[in-house]
């Protein structure tokens, strides 16, 4: 067993076929350690995104070489594959079956892969992500945004899988639930010793659950920052500046206000 | 619901009681919470006076289908020609037909053939639509294409031109109207399945299943029947009324059920022969093909607005 | 508590309540506060009341809503009173709203020029011509760069940035006095937000305006307001300076602030806001 989780060489990632074939994650190359946490920083269309559904198995359209666990990933996945990594979604009230009751919800899972002790199971996972059990009996639309997101993340867990893909798992959510769903992400890394990709377009997010970073533009990176330079402000591309001040707000102008949007 | 908590201890207090467990959203069992929502469906039908009227004819219509031998006294076969073309009196409700036979009876009798009818063709084509539908949907593709071809093609002729020329090919007969009948009801029920299937196919919830490697027939049935039931029952439950139209149709022109069958639309045609001097023998059965397709189509309204997702 | 010395807009114990199957709700609840010219942020949670507010001086909210107050003065309109056909000549005229997503705003079978023209022509009874000049001129100070292509332009051919600059000269072509702004910039980049903010910021500053700010962002209200009002279950619980939000008082503001990740003040743990059921009570 190596110290590497996932590595990612060379990956390309592309959408639809012939004529209209569009590129959007270009030659991307990263290694995340085992218990690391990385992050995927950007703004809309940047790629991120896709990165993160390549290396769950949602697309399936991607060249290059992805190996995780020690394992060489194909374009198609053996059901174990499948358990190893598993994705929570960005909008809590789209992720959950809405006429599944959460017990449901969380059951499928242990279905699909014949699990045993599935209601103990189902209780750990609950409780897990600090829900009271009772939850199990009641539907999605009962639930709070933040409630629901726990319970995705609970669904997410259900399979003890070594890495969890985050994609923006808190940017529907309020501030004060933010603050919950990112302790509780990170008190389940230090316990479970899972590793995570987190994607999001907050640095601020971003820098507060993970160890290194990589800023994306036009589907590749323009640079890996760690926490510590993040922090520090020594980070060394303009772009990752740029996407700093974002996260702390608005700088008042420096006029005249110059640039015109493409 | 405002009890006065003194008499709570009465008869109504245990009705309030279980009101209020059946009212309360703190779940201690799957079972409360499915009773919930049945309650909860049961309220809204309730609140709906249209609906609940057209769901009190369907469920008489089954009780009178049920208990048909119960509710007459003479045989809907039996012939006595000495007793024909009555006009409706004490002893014959509805009068009597050319062969002395009674109409009330036979209508009566009449309601068993229609439900047989109209739940047989809906038994075939809810699964056969759906699953065409939602494969369609959810493969894309060629699949698509073949697929929904196809259904245009049923779909491009008159259903009820379609229904007669292939009870014409099969030749008469109640089973042969119920497969005639069901070619051309399940192309609209796969466009609604496949439509349903498409705003569901990329949904977070069926992509975190695919993730966690559910198969097609999972996701179809536990993920997608649940969000597609509800439209689809909606429209089996207006189709009804086609179905029954369909039938009697069929059964007017004699290519559904045959003589001696109690027949509603056949017992319409029967009696045209005779429509100036028995109005009863037309009319009645007419009156219990509209009185019945309304009811259908009253109650499935009612459904969309009980049933509807997108007020979940 | 600032007070400025000109007020555009004051409201006093303003509430809003919907009456629903289960009883009345009352989504915002005994609210006073003024604004100035000055950029005033409304600060708060989903479900707080915050966008109520906001519907609520634009006379926009839905018909069941009762809307309760003690005053509603616009300059020298009586919002309460006024009849609507004279809040037809004040909404979009004197007080403006910029919405999150400009593709709802925008009608999608007319060119946003002729759009923004007609606002003019609606308001102004200028001729056609000379609307179009006003339009183009008013794209150019929202920096768009080719005005001339833009105004023959559909709503869906334009990005979400280009949308939200095109949607501030529609609402400010009119000379308003008071832009009441719901979310204007959550749906954008932070690069193309920091565009449209900075367009904003000359423009209130430039013509003298009254801008109400509603976010849930407090980072970006903080950076860009000069007072921020932060409400909780539909009641104000404090209105404070954003120079001085480090010295805010309510335990709620406070957890707000500390429940936010930030690249300067990195912790360990976030501090998870504790609900008090006292600040209900009022």
């Excluded at chain 2, 009068?95 to 036979?106: I, K, L």
């Excluded at chain 3, 051919?157 to 006095?177: D, F, H, K, T, Y």
Aim: proline fraction near 5%; include cysteine.
């Amino acid at each position: 067993m190596t110290m590497t989780m996932i590595k990612v060489d060379h990956l390309a990632v592309s959408y639809g076929h012939g004529d209209s074939i569009l590129r959007v994650v270009n030659d991307v190359s990263f290694e995340v350690a085992r218990g690391e946490t990385f992050g995927l920083v950007g703004e809309s269309g940047c790629g991120k995104s896709t990165v993160l559904g390549a290396l769950a198995g949602r697309n399936r359209q991607w060249t290059g070489s992805i190996r995780i666990d020690d394992e060489t990933i194909g374009q198609k996945r053996s059901i174990s594959q499948l358990a190893k990594q598993q994705m929570v979604f960005q909008d809590p009230f789209g992720s959950i079956h809405p006429r599944h009751t959460i017990g449901r919800t969380l059951l499928e899972p242990l279905e699909i892969h014949g699990k045993d002790n599935r209601q103990e199971r189902v209780e750990k996972a609950l409780k897990d992500v600090g829900l009271p059990l009772n939850f199990r009996y009641r539907f999605p639309h009962q639930l709070s945004g933040g409630q629901r997101q726990r319970v995705a993340i609970a669904r997410a867990l259900i399979l003890e899988p070594r890495i969890l893909l985050l994609d923006e798992p808190t940017s529907a959510l309020d501030v004060s639930i933010q603050a919950e769903i990112l302790n509780l992400l990170k008190d389940l890394r230090d316990r479970e010793k899972l590793t995570y990709i987190l994607v999001s377009h907050d640095l601020a997010v971003v820098a507060h659950l993970c160890d290194r970073v990589a800023i994306m533009q036009n589907g590749g990176f323009v640079e890996v920052a760690t926490k510590a330079q993040l922090l520090a402000d020594t980070v060394a591309h303009p772009y990752t500046r740029v996407l700093m001040d974002g996260s702390r707000g608005y700088v008042a102008s420096q006029r005249p206000v110059g640039v015109t949007a493409p | 619901m405002t009890q006065d908590p003194g008499t709570a201890m009465t008869k109504s207090g245990y009705f309030t009681d279980l009101h209020n467990w059946l009212i309360n959203e703190d779940f201690t069992s799957t079972r409360q919470a499915r009773l919930h929502k049945a309650y909860v469906a049961w309220l809204s039908l309730l609140a709906n006076p249209l609906a609940f009227a057209g769901f009190a004819v369907v469920v008489t219509l089954v009780i009178i289908a049920a208990l048909a031998p119960v509710l007459t006294v003479y045989d809907p076969y039996g012939q006595d020609l000495t007793m024909a073309l009555k006009a409706p009196s004490a002893s014959h409700w509805f009068g009597t037909d050319e062969f002395g036979r009674d109409v009330y009876t036979r209508i009566v009798y009449g309601a068993r053939t229609t439900l047989y009818i109209s739940i047989l063709v809906t038994v075939i084509v809810a699964p056969i639509g759906f699953v065409i539908g939602a494969s369609a949907g959810y493969l894309g593709g060629w699949v698509d294409v073949v697929l929904m071809r196809i259904t245009d093609i049923f779909l491009s002729f008159p259903s009820l031109v379609l229904a007669l020329a292939f009870s014409a090919a099969l030749g008469p007969g109640i089973e042969n109207a119920v497969i005639a009948i069901a070619l051309t009801i399940w192309p609209p029920i796969a466009r609604l399945a496949r439509a349903e299937t498409l705003t569901f196919r990329n949904a977070d919830f069926v992509v975190a299943a695919e993730l966690q490697g559910a198969r097609m027939g999972r996701i179809l049935l536990r993920h997608i029947v649940p969000l597609c039931a509800p439209s689809i029952i909606v429209r089996l439950t207006l189709n009804m009324s086609s179905i029954i139209l369909t039938a009697a149709g069929l059964g007017f022109l004699g290519l559904g059920a045959q003589p001696p069958m109690a027949e509603w639309g056949a017992m319409a045609a029967a009696g045209r022969k005779y429509l100036l001097d028995a109005w009863w023998l037309t009319t009645i059965p007419g009156l219990a093909i509209l009185v019945v397709s309304l009811a259908f189509n009253l109650f499935g309204d009612g459904l969309r607005d009980i049933l509807d997702p997108r007020n979940a | 508590m600032l007070k400025p010395p000109e007020n555009i807009l004051t409201v006093q114990n303003m509430s809003v309540e919907f009456p629903t199957l289960s009883g009345v709700v009352t989504a915002v609840r005994n609210v006073s506060f003024s604004v100035g010219r000055e950029k005033v942020g409304i600060i708060g949670e989903s479900g707080s009341g915050k966008s109520t507010v906001g519907r609520a001086i634009m006379r926009l909210q839905p018909p069941q809503a009762v809307v309760k107050a003690d005053r509603l003065q616009f300059e020298d309109i009586n919002l309460l009173t006024v009849p609507e056909e004279q809040m037809l000549s004040v909404r979009g005229r004197r007080i403006s709203m910029i919405l999150q997503d400009p593709k709802y705003s925008l009608n999608p079978v007319m060119t946003v020029g002729e759009q923004i023209a007609e606002t003019v022509i609606l308001h102004e009874r200028v001729s056609r011509k000379e609307a179009r000049q006003r339009t183009l001129a008013m794209l150019e100070r929202v920096n768009i760069r080719d005005p001339q292509r833009v105004f023959g332009l559909y709503p869906h051919e334009v990005s979400g940035g280009m949308g939200q600059r095109i949607m501030i000269s529609m609402m400010l072509i009119a000379s308003p006095s008071l832009i009441i702004a719901d979310e204007p910039t959550s749906a954008l980049d932070v690069t193309v937000r920091q565009q449209v903010l900075s367009i904003l910021d000359d423009l209130v500053t430039e013509r003298n305006l009254g801008l109400i700010f509603i976010s849930h962002d407090l980072n970006l209200v903080r950076s860009f307001c000069d007072r921020v009002i932060i409400m909780y279950a539909g009641r104000v619980v404090e209105t404070i300076a954003t120079a001085d939000l480090d010295d805010a008082q309510h335990p709620y503001t406070r957890g707000l602030l500390n429940a936010l990740p930030s690249l300067d003040h990195p912790r360990d743990r976030l501090e998870v806001l504790r609900r008090d059921p006292a600040w209900l009570e009022n």
